[in-house]
């Protein structure tokens, strides 16, 4: 997006701000779905968790897009968006079965990551169609923190129990449509993927009515110029020569799907912040923002590098600064970062701001959570509000613990 929108966009809608393009999320959806144009049936979900905007889930939901959802609240939103619970996989972890149950009445695809629940829910539900996640073991993802297919691993069941899980669906008859894995965040090797999938297919192989294979997601996208990414195009060229030699073999077409959040909205959001202070240490030149984790926690909470630019000054002479926020902690986006020379009142962006910020945001300090802007050809849509003041209290409910009072009844106590 050119500078001169993004600070009409602050213009019109003040500080600090999340920016969307709306062209970008649509590029990369049919990149994707390029890559795989030799399935026969291909489902993207979109992970929701990324960015569950409902203008955002209404753009997927335009492009045929169907959702990948962690919680009920999640798939709540999703049909709030108008997705037809057909297309709305819900992968929990650690749920019960009655939040499992809520799912299935919402009618949305049910995914199951334990065994113990696996074998109440069959006994209980012979009848619904249900997706199992694997744990393939195969190590990947950018940081322990995102990467979930190792043995400590609390996802999925592990692959050494299928035995096990072939037990409980043949005592129950439970009706086994799908097998699922999710192995981490930010896969740089595609050879994972392929290592994995085979993986998959030999475990799909013990199911007689499945309707689709998942394999997750954690493609990495480039977070810097020159930053390395996941190549989609070769993946989609060698996983569809495989998928499609199982489905022969199998006997049947099955459909490919894959749940991706931050390939989806990464790079198509901005985070943009005016800069309150420049302030000269004995170390180093700070230049404090008006926003703080409290908004974008990735760089404090996965040591994340978000590219930042001073969208007010882009051509100025660069220097060192260390970019912080204005939290009363230790708060910091970038250190050391070379950044067109910045004043006060400049606004800075923060790249790949679209996926895992706006929606780990939270009121920390008190602070109102940010607005979000979706810019489609052009044009600048509000799609949330800024927070107020009534935000912060809607739901809090005062009591007045009146400290006199106490102090009297316990003078008075009869004797
Ligand atoms: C978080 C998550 C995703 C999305 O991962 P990305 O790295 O954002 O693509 C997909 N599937 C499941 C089950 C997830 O928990």
């Known amino acids: 997006m050119k ?22 999320i649509i590029s990369q959806y049919k990149r994707l779905n390029n890559a795989f144009k030799k399935v026969k049936h291909l489902r993207l979900h979109y992970a929701v968790k990324a960015l569950s905007n409902l203008s955002v889930l209404k753009l997927f939901n335009e492009l045929g897009s169907g959702l990948d959802t962690v919680s009920i609240q ?14 709305i996989i819900y992968t929990p972890n650690g749920v019960s079965v009655e939040e499992l149950e809520k799912a299935v009445e919402l009618g949305v695809q049910i995914n199951i990551d334990n065994l113990i629940v696996l074998e109440q829910f069959g006994a209980k539900h012979p009848n619904v169609p249900v997706c199992i996640r694997i744990n393939p073991h195969v190590m990947a993802g950018g940081n322990t923190n995102i990467s979930v297919g190792h043995i400590d691993s609390k996802f999925g069941i592990s692959i050494h129990q299928m035995p096990h899980i072939i037990r409980i669906v043949e005592n129950t008859g439970m009706n086994i449509n799908g097998i699922h894995m999710h192995t981490g965040s930010d896969i740089l090797d595609i050879g994972v993927f392929l290592h994995a999938a085979e993986i998959l297919f030999e475990a799909a192989q ?26 989609v195009e070769e993946l989609g060229e060698q996983l569809s020569t495989r998928f499609n030699e199982f489905c022969k073999s199998y006997g049947k077409n099955l459909t490919l799907a894959f749940e991706p959040g931050k390939f989806m909205v990464s790079e198509a959001g901005q985070f943009l912040a005016k800069v309150n202070v420049v302030k000269q240490t004995t170390s180093t030149v700070f230049a404090h923002v008006d926003t703080g984790f409290n908004h974008l926690i990735r760089p404090m909470f996965y040591g994340s590098n978000h590219e930042i630019e001073n969208v007010s000054n882009p051509n100025a002479n660069k220097r060192f600064y260390s970019v912080v926020g204005y939290i009363c902690e230790t708060d ?5 970062k070379m950044i067109s020379e910045i004043r006060e ?26 607005a979000e802007v979706l810019c489609y050809k052009g044009e600048a849509h509000l799609i ?27 003078v008075s106590e009869p004797a």
């Open 3 to 24: 500078r001169e929108d993004l600070l009409k966009v602050t213009e019109e809608f003040g500080s600090p701000i999340y920016v969307y393009d709306a062209e970008k």
């Open 384 to 410: 949330r509000k800024r927070e107020t003041f009534d935000d912060l209290v809607q739901n809090q409910v005062e009591v007045d613990i009146n400290l006199n009072a106490n102090k009297k009844t316990s």
């Open 206 to 231: 013990n199911f007689k009515n499945l309707d689709f294979i998942d394999f997750g997601s954690g493609f990495k996208v480039p977070y810097h110029a020159n930053d390395i990414e996941t190549n």
């Open 74 to 87: 999640e798939v709540m939103l999703g049909l709030k968006a108008g997705v037809s619970p057909e297309k």
């Open 345 to 370: 009142g400049d606004f800075l962006s923060f790249k790949n701001a679209g996926a895992y910020c706006f929606s780990m945001a939270s009121n920390y300090n008190s602070r109102f959570r940010p």
């Open 332 to 336: 910091t986006f970038a250190n050391n």
